[in-house]
């Protein structure tokens, strides 16, 4: 009795046997995937899947040969059937003298390994059982990390702050909106408290002016430039020369901002684009800016001065409120980014304070939360700043209630509100004289830091 093999061909050796002819000599070796085409080695060796013919070859093509194989064949091998093999195979020569099997198969195995080895390379599937295990662990490794992390904010919180801060003496601060209420002070506290060279942007140059020279007076360093930060290419060309001329930004306050503090439908639409302009997308441009420099650098810090205002929607504020959400977000988002991407040394404090008694929100009344002094806003947001605090709410008192804002019932919380009088805060509104800075025909053609102050 006598078997033809049909044998599908992968092995790429095949090519090489492209000269043989039918009727010659050959060895086959080849894998089936089907325990029942088993070939019972003759020396008790145990059976395997994978075997060698040897036989005279009937014909090949690219991908399929046939072998016949006599049962009388010197192989040690004998064939229990005919074998249909239909994984992988190589052609070889036969060569002699004849090798034993023990040798053929140990050349044999070679390129099946290989073959196998690439197929339990492919990804397999995952059930969904073993995704879900897999979330469930990633949570239990977050609620661990969070218990940690509470852990030893708890720890850390006992040592006082001054003790906490990071030196930086002789970095360069960016301060937008630098020339009045917080942004000045934090700028004169930054330079003078901790030796930092300051960079004050303002579109307004006498003010901005007034801060360089403070800081100067008192013996820091500060550069001034008139820049509008409603405008991108303001923003991009001041960014340019501060790079040229100061140095690279390694800490960034967005701070200017500004407010009309009418009802939504008498708010002009130009006053509602500026007010996005100035309130949030001004920290998309500014931080396309510097952030660049930072991620070369590995380091850096972005600061985004927001309000309580981007927390609470308030009455009267609807244009304020959704810019101060915008620039919430934005912060997060940013921040999340830079830590998907690896960047875990540039750090992001975003500050919610309640009203500030600067003259922005001049007028407003506040029933029971006290409005805030701007000397203790800015020891806060500068203290934040040195211990890389990534939240600031002002003052803390309302952080149970942004947690109760987010459990109750809308109406509930309105309600809420309107008994803490938040919702009647800005009915005495009145903003500082003449309402936020416009930039005038001559400030506009110097808002690219052709200005400076140095
Ligand atoms: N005052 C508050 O009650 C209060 C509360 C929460 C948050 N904030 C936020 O704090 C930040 C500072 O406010 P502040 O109280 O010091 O007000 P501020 O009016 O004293 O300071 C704002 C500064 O931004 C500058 N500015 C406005 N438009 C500009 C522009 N287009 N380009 C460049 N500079 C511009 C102004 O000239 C001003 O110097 C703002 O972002 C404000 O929204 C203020």
């Known amino acids: 009795m006598s078997t033809t093999a049909q044998i599908p061909c992968v092995y790429d050796g095949l090519q090489q046997q492209q000269s043989q002819q039918p009727g010659n000599e050959v060895q086959a070796v080849g894998v089936s995937k089907n325990p029942e085409d088993v070939i019972q080695p003759a020396d008790g060796i145990p059976p395997l899947h994978q075997q060698s013919f040897k036989g005279t070859?009937?014909?090949?093509?690219?991908?399929?040969?046939?072998?016949?194989?006599p049962n009388n064949a010197s192989s040690p091998n004998q064939h229990r059937r005919n074998v249909s093999v239909t994984a992988n195979c190589y052609l070889q020569m036969l060569t002699s003298p004849l090798k034993t099997y023990r040798e053929r198969k140990a050349e044999t195995v070679t390129p099946t390994i290989v073959e196998e080895a690439s197929v339990a390379a492919e990804p397999q599937e995952k059930s969904n059982f073993q995704k879900d295990m897999e979330t469930a662990m990633e949570?239990?490794?977050?609620?661990?990390?969070?218990?940690?992390?509470?852990?030893?904010?708890?720890f850390v919180s006992i040592i006082p702050r001054r003790f906490r801060y990071k030196d930086i003496t002789d970095q360069i601060v960016l301060v937008t909106g630098a020339?009045?209420?917080?942004?000045?002070?934090?700028?004169?506290?930054?330079?003078?408290n901790h030796g930092a060279v300051i960079v004050a942007w303002d579109i307004n140059k006498t003010g901005n002016e007034e801060t360089v020279e403070q800081i100067r007076a008192a013996g820091g360093k500060c550069y001034g430039y008139q820049v509008d930060v409603s405008s991108r290419e303001s923003i991009y060309a001041a960014a340019e020369k501060v790079t040229a001329e100061v140095g690279k930004v390694e800490i960034l306050?967005?701070?200017?901002?500004i407010v009309t503090g009418k009802k939504f439908l008498e708010i002009p639409d130009?006053?509602?684009?500026?007010t996005m302009d100035v309130n949030v997308l001004s920290n998309f441009w500014t931080v396309k800016a510097f952030l660049p420099a930072m991620m070369k650098d590995g380091r850096g810090h972005i600061v985004t001065i927001a309000s309580t205002a981007g927390l609470i929607g308030v009455n009267r504020l609807v244009d304020y409120c959704a810019s101060k959400y915008a620039a919430m977000g934005f912060n997060e988002a940013v921040q999340s980014e830079l830590r998907a991407e690896g960047y875990d040394k540039i750090y992001m404090t975003c500050v919610c304070p309640y009203y500030i008694n600067t003259g922005?929100?001049?007028?407003?009344?506040?029933?029971?939360?006290?409005?805030?002094k701007p000397e203790a806003v800015v020891n806060d947001i500068v203290a934040g700043i040195l211990t890389n605090q990534e939240q600031i709410v002002m003052p803390r008192a309302l952080y149970p209630l942004l947690v109760l804002k987010m459990m109750v019932p809308g109406e509930v919380g309105r309600?809420?509100?309107?008994?803490?009088?938040?919702?009647?805060?800005?009915?005495a509104f009145k903003?500082?004289?003449g309402g936020p800075p416009a930039p005038s025909v001559a400030n506009l053609n110097q808002s690219t830091g052709q200005n400076k102050t140095s």
Do not use: Q, W
């Open 431 to 433: 903003g500082r004289p």
């Open 360 to 372: 922005m929100f001049d007028g407003v009344r506040s029933k029971v939360v006290s409005i805030l």
């Open 270 to 274: 130009h006053m509602i684009e500026k």
């Open 57 to 69: 070859l009937v014909n090949h093509n690219n991908n399929t040969i046939s072998v016949h194989t």
């Open 179 to 192: 020339g009045s209420g917080i942004g000045r002070l934090m700028a004169k506290k930054l330079a003078l």
């Open 139 to 154: 949570l239990m490794g977050a609620i661990g990390y969070a218990i940690y992390g509470i852990t030893v904010a708890i």
């Open 253 to 257: 306050i967005n701070n200017a901002g």
């Open 415 to 427: 309600r809420i509100a309107a008994a803490l009088g938040i919702t009647g805060t800005m009915m």
